[in-house]
């Protein structure tokens, strides 16, 4: 089952291009001469207007599928012009949300049985509102109770860490704003950019996967370490909480994922010439403002390692060596979080074997969660 690799994780991880690919099988439509012309969601035909009039869209997970939908908010909030706002499932139960019928919302999940998730939809569904799966297991509880969906068709994710289907999960959910925003001629230009990147995706996140023994070499400077801080903003952000929890869980190694603005207003304090961070800074909007952030923390001598587009020269004097510039292939700005979390789903693999823990099975840890 596991093939040549030691463990599922690893597996998983490098399944990743073949498993984006049949997410967009059948989904993604090219034209006579290979171009890439449109999508088409089967599964969604009937409710995308519903959908497109709805008053807002909320989008409900837990864990890595919740970060799946911070990785999508800011493109599904571009292209369909509604607000997006998120929801952690067991927040939704502790604050009885309040939701609409003229709500819709995407509810996220691997398994299909979290039972926070479940919950949260029951819920959904009592208030009248129009509920989406996003969902990899066919026949899943949550795939049952929503009223339409996409299932990802990641294929069987057996180590607990979520990996194939957070890419998965993410490139449904953009394959789903691409749709909403098809009547949208303004933003015809923008959608084909985006169907372009995601078509090349299975070969950029190849060349990505490349970086495993760069990554090994990294977790051996980082295998004794107590702590360790991701720093990422915009498109990324959800990059450095998806590291961060990644990280955590299998490497049990405390880590925590930060939102790049907000690290004057108290993570600063944190660093300083021995606690490792990590620092996003691939080419998108945020750029300059990264770039900035990494000044700042050189100034104060902190141990950066940085993730920058494979083109970027640039920033490679802030790196204290050599093992801590790492170098990712660029795609279209809203899909560079596909290709940048595949170092970390990395550096987290080989720190949990160098460290000697369970990757498969980590501590206190179950694969489907369905218990509140
Ligand atoms: C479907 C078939 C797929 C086939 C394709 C051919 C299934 C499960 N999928 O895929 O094998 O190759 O047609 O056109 O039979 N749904 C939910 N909630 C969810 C997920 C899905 O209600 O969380 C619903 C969808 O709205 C849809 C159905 O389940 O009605 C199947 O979804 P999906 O597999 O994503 O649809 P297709 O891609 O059309
Ligand atoms: C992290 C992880 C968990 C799950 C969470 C939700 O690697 O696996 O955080 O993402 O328990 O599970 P699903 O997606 O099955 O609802």
């Known amino acids: 089952m596991k093939g040549n690799f030691d463990h599922f994780m690893k597996k998983e991880i490098h399944e990743q291009p073949d498993a984006i690919q049949q997410t967009m099988r059948g989904r993604v439509v090219f034209d006579a001469d290979g171009n890439v012309q449109r999508v088409f969601l089967g599964g969604m035909v009937d409710y995308l207007s519903t959908i497109r009039r709805s008053r807002r869209i909320i989008l409900c997970g837990c864990g890595t599928s919740y970060n799946s939908a911070i990785a999508v908010r800011q493109l599904m909030e ?115 950019d985006i169907m372009r990147g995601v078509v090349t995706l299975p070969d950029t996140m190849r060349r990505a996967l490349e970086l495993d023994q760069k990554m090994l070499a990294l977790a051996r400077t980082l295998v004794d370490e107590n702590s360790l801080l991701l720093f990422g903003r915009g498109y990324n952000y959800a990059t450095a909480l998806e590291g961060a929890l990644k990280v955590k869980e299998v490497a049990l190694l405390h880590s925590e994922g930060i939102l790049a603005g907000e690290m004057k207003h108290g993570p600063l304090a944190l660093v300083d010439e021995t606690l490792p961070l990590v620092v996003i800074a691939t080419r998108d909007s945020s750029y300059l403002k990264q770039k900035s952030v990494i000044e700042q923390l050189r100034a104060r001598d902190a141990r950066c390692i940085l993730i920058v587009s494979e083109d970027d020269d640039s920033l490679d004097k802030f790196a204290s060596n050599e093992d801590m510039i790492i170098k990712v292939p660029e795609v279209c700005d809203c899909l560079q979080p596909l290709i940048n ?32």
Do not use: W
């Not at 995407?106 to 926070?116: K, N």
């Not at 970390?344 to 969660?369: C, E, F, I, M, W």
């Open 78 to 192: 571009e292209l369909t012009e509604l607000p997006v706002t998120l929801e952690l499932a067991s927040d939704v139960l502790d604050r009885q949300c309040p939701f609409f019928r003229d709500d819709s919302i995407i509810f996220i999940s691997q398994s299909g049985e979290t039972a926070d998730t479940l919950r949260a939809l029951e819920y959904a569904k009592s208030k009248g509102a129009l509920c989406i799966g996003i969902v990899n297991v066919v026949g899943s509880a949550i795939s049952r109770a929503t009223d339409c969906g996409l299932h990802i068709n990641a294929g069987a994710e057996i180590g607990v860490a979520s990996t194939k289907a957070y890419t998965c999960q993410i490139t449904s959910m953009v394959l789903l704003a691409l749709a909403l925003s098809e009547d949208s001629r303004s933003r015809a230009d923008r959608r084909m």
């Open 341 to 372: 979390i595949v170092p970390l789903q990395l550096l987290s693999y080989h720190l949990t074997v160098l460290r000697g823990h369970n990757v498969d099975q980590p501590r206190n840890l179950a694969k489907s969660v369905t218990v509140e």
